[in-house]
């Protein structure tokens, strides 16, 4: 199955279980692409939020880089590593939701 989780919250507890089901779903061959947009970038501008490590794992489970909505000045402030996790250029979901057989939103 062919999976988006749309994780758009600043609440810890919902973002990693968001991407807690992400690695589940990852591990049992589904393919899982991540949308993170505002104010999700406040965990990831966190270097002690879950999230901020969790993110840094999509590789281990085979998840591409994750899409996501967020602006040059939000981009600006994440480390080396969150931005390594993200894709390049920011990404209007809209366009691409018919992509998926399931779009989860959080």
Same mark, same amino acid.
């Given at each position: 199955?062919?999976?988006?989780?749309?994780?758009?919250?600043?609440?810890?507890?919902?973002?990693?279980?968001? &991407?807690?089901?992400?690695?589940? #779903?990852?591990?049992? $061959?589904? !393919?899982?692409? +991540?949308? &993170?947009?505002?104010?999700?970038? #406040?965990?990831?501008? $966190?270097? !002690?939020?879950? +999230?901020?490590?969790?993110?840094?794992?999509?590789?281990?489970?085979?998840i591409e880089k994750a899409w996501h909505g967020f602006t040059d000045e939000q981009m600006a402030q994440f480390d080396d590593d969150i931005r390594h996790a993200l894709a390049g250029e920011r990404?209007?979901?809209?366009?691409?939701?018919?992509?998926?057989?399931?779009?989860?939103?959080?």
């Amino acid at each position: 199955m062919n999976i988006l989780i749309k994780l758009a919250s600043d609440n810890e507890l919902i973002a990693y279980e968001a &991407l807690a089901l992400a690695f589940v #779903l990852a591990t049992f $061959d589904h !393919d899982v692409t +991540l949308f &993170l947009d505002t104010p999700t970038h #406040l965990l990831l501008g $966190d270097p !002690d939020s879950r +999230l901020y490590g969790m993110i840094q794992s999509l590789d281990l489970y085979d998840i591409e880089k994750a899409w996501h909505g967020f602006t040059d000045e939000q981009m600006a402030q994440f480390d080396d590593d969150i931005r390594h996790a993200l894709a390049g250029e920011r990404c209007v979901l809209d366009d691409k939701r018919a992509l998926f057989d399931s779009v989860l939103e959080f």
